[in-house]
Nanobody
Framework: VQLQASGGGLVQPGGSLRLSCAAS????????MGWYRQAPGKQRELVAR???????NYADSVKGRFTISRDNAKNTMYLQMNSLKPEDTAVYFC?????????WGPGTQVTVSS
């Protein structure tokens, strides 16, 4: 499984961004996908996750602001991020879970600053 994330950038507090993660390869082996982030000096943390059945879960810090979704026809996962805060600044990674392994894409930088 190969993953490629895009959509990061610089945004002012209160603004919005949409991240995309395109999956290729053995996509039929994927059971769930997720977004993680890592801020400087901090551990990587789960932001949001979505299963093949559409079940979602979110970190408490992003509930009500972020929405994870998947377009199976396009093999793409999205993260709509609204009401962004400076503390959302991090490198965001997409991840795919299979029975045998987890796969990661290269990160995309999100910076929230005025």
């Amino acid at each position: 499984v190969q993953l490629q994330a895009s959509g990061g950038g610089l945004v002012q507090p209160g603004g919005s961004l949409r991240l995309s993660c395109a999956a290729s390869g053995n996509i039929f082996s994927i059971n769930a996908m997720g977004w993680y982030r890592q801020a400087p000096g901090k551990q990587r943390e789960l932001v949001a996750r979505i299963t093949n059945g559409g079940t979602t879960n979110y970190a408490d810090s992003v509930k009500g602001r972020f929405t994870i979704s998947r377009d199976n026809a396009k093999n793409t996962m999205y993260l709509q991020m609204n009401s962004l805060k400076p503390e959302d600044t991090a490198v965001y990674f997409c991840q795919a879970e299979t029975v045998v392994a987890d796969y990661w894409g290269p990160g995309t930088q999100v910076t929230v600053s005025s």
